[in-house]
């Protein structure tokens, strides 16, 4: 079973930056997705930036808030994925999640889906 552990939530003002952690028990080339979702109060969970592999190589994609200022990466010997956050916005303020997806086959094609338990993060004006 796979665990995951966020970290590097926290206080920032609006124009700073931080950087998301998300520690994998596994090693990240098991996974067929590694993603950061966040979740605001009353609103919906939602994409922020995805990493799949595809064909052995990574194809990176980000949600249009997040393009131009996050940056997603992974770092295989921590069994990390990273979120780098640079020019936060208050409206960037919510729970960040990290996510992975697993595919494997036994019996028939299976995916595990795996949910970190957050971090939070606030952007003050």
């Known amino acids: 079973q796979v665990q995951l552990a966020e970290s590097g939530g926290g206080l920032v003002q609006a124009g700073g930056s931080l950087r998301l952690s998300c520690v994998a028990s596994r090693s990240l080339d098991d996974f067929t997705s590694m993603g950061w979702y966040r979740q605001s109060p009353g609103k919906q969970r939602e994409l922020v930036a995805i990493?799949?592999?595809?064909?052995?190589?990574?194809?990176?994609n980000y949600a249009d808030s997040a393009k131009g200022r996050f940056t997603i990466s992974r770092d295989n010997a921590k069994k990390t994925v990273y979120l780098q956050m640079d020019s936060l916005k208050p409206d960037d303020t919510a729970v960040y999640y990290c996510?992975?997806?697993?595919?494997?086959?036994?019996?028939?094609?299976?995916?595990?889906?795996?949910w970190g338990r957050g971090t939070q993060v606030n952007v003050s004006s």
């Open positions: 996510k992975t997806e697993l595919t494997y086959y036994f019996m028939r094609w299976r995916t595990e889906t795996t």
């Open positions: 990493i799949n592999r595809e064909r052995n190589a990574d194809n990176t």
